[in-house]
Nanobody, 133 residues
Framework: AVYLMESGGASVPAGGSLRLSCAVSGSGYIRNKYCLAWFRQAPGKERDMVAVIAVKDASAIYADSVKGRFTISLDNPKNTLYLQMSSVKPEDTARYTC????????????????????????WGQGTQVTVPS
């Protein structure tokens, strides 16, 4: 099994910055064979991919809505995933959840779109980010 625990959610003013963390653990977590991701879900909306990173080579892909503002990164010795959020907007308000699964093909366009959430089998509980308008 793989276990994921997010932290760092908060209320942050528009234009501000925030860093989310996700601790990854479990005997099933084989670093170089896994991709890790951040998803978000706003009330009444679907769970959308924010960013995905391949642990093997740190290659990443982002949703268009966060490109240039958010950065996904890893601290492998600490088994921790991060999401650095900058220039946040009210539309970034959502529950942010990290996810993990094997990714033999690495990071690619198949992680963009509504089907991305079906490519991950391990999920955390999420952490709330609120950007007041």
């Amino acid at each position: 099994a793989v276990y994921l625990m997010e932290s760092g959610g908060a209320s942050v003013p528009a234009g501000g910055s925030l860093r989310l963390s996700c601790a990854v653990s479990g005997s099933g977590y084989i670093r170089n064979k896994y991709c890790l991701a951040w998803f978000r879900q706003a009330p009444g909306k679907e769970r959308d991919m924010v960013a995905v990173i391949a642990v093997k080579d740190a290659s990443a892909i982002y949703a268009d809505s966060v490109k240039g503002r958010f950065t996904i990164s890893l601290d492998n010795p600490k088994n921790t995933l991060y999401l650095q959020m900058s220039s946040v907007k009210p539309e970034d308000t959502a529950r942010y959840t990290c996810a993990a699964d094997s990714c033999p093909g690495g990071v690619g366009s198949w992680y963009v779109g509504e089907g991305a959430r079906f490519l991950f089998g391990y999920w955390g509980q999420g952490t709330q980010v609120t950007v007041p308008s």
